[in-house]
């Protein structure tokens, strides 16, 4: 089973896709953390894909579009997108190589992502994420590593991403829904209703 989540970045779709990843036997294929992990290497691609991403515009079709397809020669398991198709022209791209069986289109509004992405804090030394909305340190509880915001994670760059969003990837909501394997979940509410909802979808699909 492949699966396509949707939604703004800060919808929540990375925290939901690895809830139910082992439910659905399926990889979490992030390209976000695919490029993270690029950039972190300091790979020619991962370079490329930083002086996009801080100037808040998305990596190029053909560079996404490659990554993904080497991901998937690789796997022998169904995938859940979490980042990908992010245009038609990536959708129509992935058709190609890839069967659909269903979307979850996370809708919400641009207020609750600058309110959820912007307090984000990642701590340095273990990589666990804090929101200053329910923690009130500036040190992480588990290892008391330093805590930071993402250079990307500004109010500017989350607003310029959601519009970037709305504009391009939001036309996906209907090329899906026209194939009839769209399925809305409201973004907004407790994770364990939504991945129960999901749940329910996939039940349904396999
Ligand atoms: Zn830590």
Redesign the pocket.
């Known amino acids: 089973m492949n699966v396509i989540f949707l939604g703004p970045p800060g919808a929540g779709k990375g925290t939901i896709a690895k809830e139910i990843k082992d439910l659905a036997n399926v990889i979490h294929l992030s390209t976000g953390d695919m490029l993270r992990e690029e950039m972190r290497n300091g790979t020619e691609l991962g370079k490329m894909a930083k002086q996009y991403i801080e100037e808040g515009k998305l990596v190029p079709d053909e560079v996404i579009i490659g990554m993904v397809e080497s991901k998937l020669k690789s796997s022998d398991k169904g995938i859940l997108f979490d980042g990908f198709p992010r245009t038609v022209d990536q959708a129509k791209a992935l058709d190609q190589f890839a069967k659909i069986d269903a979307v979850i289109n996370l809708y919400t509004t641009v207020d609750v992502i600058v309110k959820r992405v912007g307090g984000r804090r990642i ?6 994420v804090f929101n200053t909305s329910w923690y009130d340190s500036d040190r ?6 330093e ?1 930071y915001t993402r250079t990307d994670d500004t109010e500017e760059t989350i607003k310029k991403r959601y519009e970037v969003y709305v504009e391009q990837t939001e036309p996906l909501v209907d090329y899906y829904r026209e194939k009839g394997i769209l399925h809305d979940i409201d973004a907004n509410g407790e994770i364990q209703e939504k991945v129960d909802k999901i749940k329910a979808i996939f039940d349904n699909v396999q």
Do not use: A, M
């Open positions: 701590c340095r030394d273990c990589g666990k992480c509880d588990e290892c008391g590593g805590l």
